[in-house]
């Protein structure tokens, strides 16, 4: 499978209009203390078990997009990982005194809902090109559905994100039994509670655009989709941010994710 070019794959970057700060997103001090210890003992004394850590880069940006069940799961994925993750958490995460220390110190990410999608993706582009590694629900939020499946249609932030970043490698997490971890709606763990992480091979958003399975394009049909004025560019880039999520979503479900 032949790859796209350098020229073709900075053309699709710029298309996703994402623009960061300009600041360097760093990680507290703190964070990365806990790291050292927290990840070994929380994996020591629970019953969560993890298959294909090793398909986690160590370094550099990097993606984690996983489904989402319950408020443990970015503990989870953070465990997993063994280095920092960042989220973008909503507002009402830091009303919470005792709770916006702990989200400050770790490096989270406060998003408004008023403020739009873009505006968050901005703040996570901040993340990746600080090269740090951005964790992300490609369904938007934790499902609602009180029976299984509970996979729900992905929003297509997560596809926009990795269209920025072509060459950053997009890691489908898939996340089983965290609901009897923590239920909805409960503060209570059961540690006790047997969770399945099952972690896939990372694709990268260049690899997926070449392939004739993905997105199917040439750089012919990148330069053709230049010259197109600016509704016909974004009409195809939705078109190319729903598949990749669909598929996204399809990989998790058939990593196991209920």
């Avoid at 269209?163 to 009897?180: K, L, M, S, T």
């Amino acid at each position: 499978m032949a790859g796209l070019s350098s020229d073709s794959l900075n053309s699709v970057s710029k298309l996703t209009g994402l623009e960061g700060s300009g600041n360097a997103h760093s990680t507290p001090m703190f964070y990365k203390g806990l790291m050292q210890v927290v990840p070994v003992l929380v994996r020591t004394i629970t019953n969560v078990r993890y298959e294909g850590l090793e398909r986690i880069p160590d370094k550099g940006p990097a993606i984690l997009a996983g489904n989402h069940t319950s408020h443990i799961d970015p503990i989870l994925k953070i465990m997993g990982a063994r280095r920092p993750v960042h989220y973008l958490a909503k507002a009402e995460h830091f009303e919470d005194k005792t709770f916006q220390k702990l989200m400050i110190s770790t490096g989270q990410i406060e998003t408004f809902r008023d403020s739009g999608g873009t505006d968050a993706l901005s703040s996570a582009v901040d993340v990746l090109s600080s090269g740090n590694v951005m964790g992300i629900f490609p369904e938007g939020t934790r499902s609602r559905n009180k029976e299984p499946p509970y996979l729900s249609r992905g929003k297509t932030g997560v596809a926009r994100l990795a269209a920025r970043f072509p060459e950053v490698p997009v890691v489908p997490i898939a996340i089983i039994g965290a609901r009897n971890f923590m239920a909805p709606g409960s503060a209570m763990v059961n540690p006790f509670a047997k969770v399945q992480v099952n972690v896939d091979n990372p694709i990268t958003f260049a690899d997926w655009l070449a392939d004739p399975d993905g997105g199917n394009m040439t750089n012919d049909d990148i330069a053709n989709m230049i010259e197109l004025d600016e509704d016909g560019q974004r009409s195809i880039m939705k078109l190319l941010y729903r598949q990749f999520t669909d598929q996204l979503i399809e990989n998790l479900r058939v990593l196991g994710a209920p």
